[in-house]
């Protein structure tokens, strides 16, 4: 119901708001150096990366604000509070789409939240809430988010195979998994298409501080958020990676390797380098 809706958002938004869906605002700033990950802005401000002070309090810092913004939702009021659907623990819930936060990227996820607000990754349900929020609380959340353990164990966000082997529809399992990680590995070099390893990291961790883990994301909410990079309606991005890498591939393809991915556990990405 939702994809079917995405099309004609597109529509609307490019004849509401050319400014907002001009190519000059949704060009993006490169990524800082990783020195301004995490750890360094964690520590500056007194708390460690588990949320508690150097003197062992959890004091008024930014992951109690942080806290705060989940579990009332801030400007966005209660039914924006991300506890609702993100979980306290940021652990997502694959069957309705919504992405694990936990132990995602710091920096992504703040730089999303601005994203969602100013528009250029357009959605119904994010955009009023990051709108709503300070730029301050957007900071505030996205750490407490990036600090907590993603969950244990396998990837979650995989359909159970049918007692053939197969999904609902389309190739058998194993043979899906095995084109993702294929693609996942080695890319589409004869459409121009780089490994997403090597940009997202080898398991799928990610890579601080702007290229996202998608180990253990729910397979929806990847081949979702691929797709609306074809269609143009996520904007977001350095240099139009990932709307390239979208465009040249076939959507069994952009199946096939959110599924792979969905089938990996998910995983924290290793600390940026230190001074
Ligand atoms: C009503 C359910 C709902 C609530 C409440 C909600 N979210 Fe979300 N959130 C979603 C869904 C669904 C998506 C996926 C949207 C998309 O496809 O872009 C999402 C996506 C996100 C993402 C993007 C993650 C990524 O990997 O790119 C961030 C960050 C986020 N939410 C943070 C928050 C924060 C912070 C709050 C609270 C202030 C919040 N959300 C409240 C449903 C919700
Ligand atoms: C040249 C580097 C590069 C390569 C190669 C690459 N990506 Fe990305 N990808 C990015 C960047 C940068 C972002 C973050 C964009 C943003 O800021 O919104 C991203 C974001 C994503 C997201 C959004 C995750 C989320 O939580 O919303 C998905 C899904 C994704 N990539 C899938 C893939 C897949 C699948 C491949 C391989 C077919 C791939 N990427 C290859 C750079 C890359």
């Known amino acids: 119901m939702r994809r079917a809706a995405l099309p004609a958002l597109a529509a609307v938004c490019a004849a509401l708001c050319p400014a907002v869906c001009s190519p000059a605002l949704a060009q993006e700033a490169p990524i800082p150096p990783a020195a301004e990950a995490l750890p360094d802005r964690v520590l500056h401000d007194g708390i460690g990366r588990d949320g508690i002070g150097h003197d062992g309090s959890r004091g008024s810092g930014p992951v109690m604000r ?110 899906t998994l095995a084109r993702g990680e294929t693609l996942a590995r080695q890319g589409e070099p004869r459409a121009g298409v780089q490994a997403c390893a090597a940009c997202h990291g080898a398991a799928g961790e990610g890579v601080p501080p702007g290229l996202p883990a998608l180990a253990g994301q729910p397979a929806g909410y990847l081949e979702e958020q691929l797709l609306r990079w074809r269609a143009g309606i996520r904007r977001n991005g350095p240099v139009g990676v990932m709307a390239h890498i979208a465009r040249h591939l076939p959507p069994e393809d952009l199946r096939a390797v959110s599924r792979y991915y969905a089938s990996l556990p998910p995983a924290r990405a290793a600390a940026a380098p230190g001074p």
């Open 66 to 175: 942080g806290q705060y913004v989940v579990v009332s939702g801030a400007g966005a009021g209660l039914r924006g509070a991300c506890l609702v659907c993100h979980g306290t623990d940021g652990a997502g819930d694959a069957a309705a789409g919504v992405p694990r936060l936990a132990g995602q990227l710091d920096w992504y996820l703040h730089k999303q939240l601005d994203d969602y607000a100013r528009g250029t990754r357009p959605d119904p349900v994010m955009g009023p809430i990051a709108r709503a929020l300070t730029a301050q609380e957007r900071a505030d959340v996205a750490l407490y988010y990036a600090i907590q353990a993603p969950p244990p164990g396998a990837g979650g966000g995989l359909p159970l195979p049918t007692a053939g082997g197969a999904t609902t529809a389309g190739p058998a399992r194993g043979e």
